[in-house]
């Protein structure tokens, strides 16, 4: 899809209308996925990102999700591409996944997040970080984080979708080439909901941290 066009999308890529003003694209982000991307498309063009400033997770994964939820995220530099995450072998926590979970980078290249909370789940018990819950907000540079399950509701500017991800030029690095993606010059999501595997920023400022053990983990 190109810049120059509206594009309103959801996660299965079903239009449900259109905006005029302005080159502007609306997703309702569901469960399960931002984008849909086929498997066999990424097993046959991916395995684990390499080379050419790759975007996704490099380093092996421990295998245990975390959740992350905040009121709003608001990026400049937005992209997105399927992805295979890679635990060490024989892992305790692979289960039936073969130490390989398959998920969706989104990259932010500049942003903050308003009232972030992040948790896992340790056995039992919740570890839960919250920050960026007064006046200043977290604030991210280069952040690319994986996931199996987001939802909430997005704005994007100048989205393109289905571009190729080795030729993404809106967050200063490329995916590999012939993976489905999608990129925009901005995003605004708000009730986030991340279900994720891995992330990674070159910064990641969090006032008003607070991390505690907890009964229960991130309200969704």
């Known amino acids: 899809m190109a810049s120059s066009s509206d594009a309103t999308a959801s996660t299965n890529e079903r239009p449900e209308g259109s905006e005029t003003s302005g080159r502007h694209g609306r997703v309702r982000l569901k469960r399960a996925a931002v984008m849909a991307v086929p498997a066999t498309a990424v097993a046959a063009g991916l395995m684990i990102l390499t080379a050419q400033g790759a975007l996704g997770v490099q380093f092996a994964i421990s295998g245990m999700p975390f959740v992350v939820t905040a009121d709003k995220l608001e990026g ?33 290249k500049n942003g903050k997040l308003t009232n972030l909370c992040q948790s896992v789940d340790l056995g039992g018990i919740q570890l839960v970080l919250t920050a960026g819950n007064k006046s200043t907000p977290v604030s ?9 399950d987001i ?24 995916g590999p080439p012939g993976v489905y993606g999608q990129q925009a010059d901005s ?11 891995a992330a990674t920023a070159a910064v990641f400022k969090l006032p008003d941290l607070h991390m505690s053990f907890k009964s229960e983990g991130c309200p969704k």
Request: proline share 1%.
């Open 76 to 108: 400049e530099g937005f992209a997105q591409f399927g992805a295979l995450d890679h635990m060490i072998e024989n892992s305790p926590n692979e289960g039936d996944t073969g130490g390989q979970v398959l998920v969706v980078t989104s990259v932010v």
């Open 140 to 148: 991210v540079k280069n952040l690319a984080i994986d996931s199996d």
């Open 151 to 174: 939802s909430g509701d997005a704005s994007f500017n100048n989205i393109e979708i289905g571009r190729d991800s080795s030729t993404f030029d809106k967050v200063g690095q490329q």
């Open 187 to 197: 995003v605004v999501i708000t009730d986030l909901y991340q279900h994720n595997y």
